[in-house]
């Protein structure tokens, strides 16, 4: 299918366009902060939600549009794409995602199903529902990089130190190494499908890859990632997302997304100078401002466009994802200080 280069800001920002504003959307922009979230999570389980298309969507839809943000992400979890391949999820009330069979040796890999994208053909079905309800705005949609996967296929949930999964690394290269293989593909496959679908931008989180030494992530972890988004470019811009890659930002970069997703940690100028003229940068205000009022808001956000200085390519986020305790209307409020202050 051959379509005419899309005139959404977001789009064009990610294609290193200039824009007459600065486009924004939110990590994890739909959830439990947002009261119509609340609610329905009183009736469904956050699995129900995320299987069914006609639910999935709406929460998408209303996200985006009470926010007024410039693209919308799919509502789903990057855990689905594990039950596929034979791990069993579950998501405990208070809890964190627990994998009740993780995988720990080269044995627990063998056991491991062949992937079939068809099982996660409600996540495409949400895709096109939603993507039919906001036209012309943007549908993003996403999965969890092989690492970030790993982890939680690794660990069995999630872990503050990742130490059994960098035990593996270590212990055993070889079956790491087929573990983030076969998640690659999967993740290459899903996001296509997504894009198939009607996304018209797809992102990779690799969350937790910033505990991994610059060596173990060019080694262990970056040939991985690159395959993930190699299958789904370049139909697509790709957003690649990770927090604390400031010490390996331009490995990180070399995994060949087309946007990078920065985290809090680091000045966005100077990163950005780190990653070349030629990249898109997408971030990173600290989502606690969110916490402090709206005078630090407009505080923070401007500064976060200030080190932007209005070049082509940037598109405004939050530096990880919101907190549940962000009141809904501030929220709101950063997206239309962030367009107000950055109109050209
Ligand atoms: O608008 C959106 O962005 C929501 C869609 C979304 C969810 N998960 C739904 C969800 C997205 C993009 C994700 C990604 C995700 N899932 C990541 C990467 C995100 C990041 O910020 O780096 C990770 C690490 C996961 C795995 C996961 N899912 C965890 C660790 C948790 C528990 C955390 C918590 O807040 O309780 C989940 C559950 C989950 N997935 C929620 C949501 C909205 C929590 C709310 C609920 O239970 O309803």
Same mark, same amino acid.
């Given at each position: 299918m051959n379509r005419a280069p899309s005139e959404a800001v977001f789009l064009k920002a990610c294609r290193g366009e200039p824009t007459p504003v600065t486009p924004i959307w939110l990590l994890r922009q739909a959830g439990r902060y947002q009261k119509e979230y609340r609610e329905l999570r009183s009736k469904v389980s956050l699995l129900e939600l995320c299987r069914s298309p006609d639910l999935a969507a709406q929460v998408t839809v209303s996200a985006a549009r009470k926010l007024g943000v410039d693209a919308a992400i799919i509502f789903a979890d990057i855990l689905l794409v594990l039950e596929p391949l034979g791990l069993e999820i579950s998501f405990e009330e208070g809890e964190g995602p627990r994998i009740l069979n993780p995988v720990r040796s080269a044995a627990d890999l063998a056991r491991l199903r062949t992937f079939d994208v068809g099982a996660l053909a409600h996540v495409g079905e949400a895709v096109r529902k939603a993507s039919a309800a906001l036209a012309p705005l943007p549908v993003i949609g996403f999965a969890g990089a092989p690492f970030t996967l790993a982890s939680y296929a690794i660990e069995g949930g999630s872990s503050k130190d990742h130490a059994l999964t960098k035990a593996l690394l270590h212990r055993d290269p070889g079956a790491f190494r087929e573990l983030l293989a076969i998640l690659a593909r999967a993740t290459g496959a899903y996001l296509s499908s997504q894009v198939e679908a009607g996304a018209e931008a797809v992102q990779l989180f690799d969350s937790w890859v910033g505990s991994l030494s610059p060596d173990a992530y060019r080694e262990h972890v970056l040939p991985h990632s690159k395959t993930a988004i190699s299958l789904v470019r370049p139909r697509v811009p790709v957003i690649h997302f990770g927090t604390g890659t400031a010490a390996f930002l331009e490995d990180f970069r070399d995994a060949g997304g087309d946007v990078v997703g920065l985290d809090f940690r680091v000045e966005l100028d100077r990163a950005w100078d780190r990653l070349g003229p030629a990249s898109r940068v997408m971030g990173n205000l600290d989502?606690?401002? /969110? /916490?402090?009022?709206r005078d630090a808001i407009r505080r923070e956000a401007k500064k976060v466009l200030d080190r932007a200085r209005g070049r082509a390519g940037h598109v405004f986020n939050l530096g990880h994802g919101i907190f549940h305790e962000t009141p809904e209307d501030d929220a709101r409020a950063l997206v239309d200080i962030v367009h107000e202050l950055s109109r050209r």
């Open positions: 989502p606690a401002v /969110l /916490l402090a009022g």
